[in-house]
């Protein structure tokens, strides 16, 4: 089975810097993934990670220590759209085959 | 705007019926996968296709079963409805299969079911 854990609200400064853990437990483990997700929106992609080490891509950066269990998601230079809900995935393989599972999400609020 | 569409957009079902719930995958995309997503929680797998057969499935009951046609649209069943079913229900197309692709899913806006 799979057990994912992500803080579930985290509140942030415009133009700060705030970083969202994620640690999980899975079987088969075969890539980890970063969603955002505005309220009344559908998820969209942000970063995969499946080897250990950093991702950067523009002002979202994705880490991942395999070995831990634990990846975080570090948005700098904070706006007040990246209000959302920010979905940790991991994709595993069990006897049912692959499936993508999703953490909770952390609620994060920008204030100005 | 993704071009995955769902549909219909909301529904209200009574408990013990059955729902059938449609989507129509991104252009060139081979494979659907759908998801439950309760209020404030995240996205639950349920199943995935791939070039028409089941090829991954979540912890949900038989009673949510799925088909995949060969335009690679698809739908989701869910029968003997229950309370615990009201949830809004995300479908998501990829090109090649959970294994083998980088996870960037494209969703569409889902379907919003309410079980009586």
């Known amino acids: 089975g799979q057990n994912i854990d992500q803080p579930t609200e985290m509140t942030a400064t415009e133009g700060a810097i705030v970083q969202i853990n994620c640690t999980y437990q899975?079987?088969?483990?075969?890539?980890l993934f970063w969603y955002q997700q505005h309220a009344g929106e559908a998820p969209t992609f942000l970063s995969y990670?499946?080897?250990?080490g950093l991702e950067e891509k523009g002002r979202f950066s994705s880490f991942l220590s395999r070995s831990k269990g634990y990846s975080y998601l570090l948005l700098k230079e904070l706006q007040m759209k990246d209000s959302a809900s920010y979905l940790c995935a991991v994709r595993g393989y069990s006897n049912s085959g692959y499936a993508l599972n999703f953490g909770k999400g952390t609620s994060l609020l920008v204030t100005p | 705007e993704t071009g995955v569409t769902q549909s219909p957009t909301h529904l209200i079902k009574t408990r013990g019926q059955q729902v059938t719930l449609r989507c129509s995958s991104q252009?060139?995309?081979?494979?659907v996968s759908w998801y439950q997503q309760a209020l404030g929680q995240g996205p639950q797998f349920i199943f995935q296709y791939y070039r028409e057969e089941e090829n991954g499935r979540g912890n949900f009951p038989p009673r949510f079963s799925g088909l995949q046609f060969p335009n690679y649209s698809s739908e989701l069943n869910v029968n003997a409805l229950e309370l615990d079913d009201s949830a809004l229900y995300l479908c998501?197309?990829?090109?090649?299969?959970?294994?083998?692709?980088?996870?960037?899913?494209?969703f569409g806006e889902g379907s919003r079911l309410t079980v009586l």
């Open positions: 990670n499946v080897l250990d």
């Open positions: 899975t079987s088969g483990f075969n890539g």
């Open positions: 252009s060139g995309h081979n494979t």
């Open positions: 998501a197309s990829s090109s090649g299969t959970l294994a083998s692709n980088t996870g960037e899913l494209f």
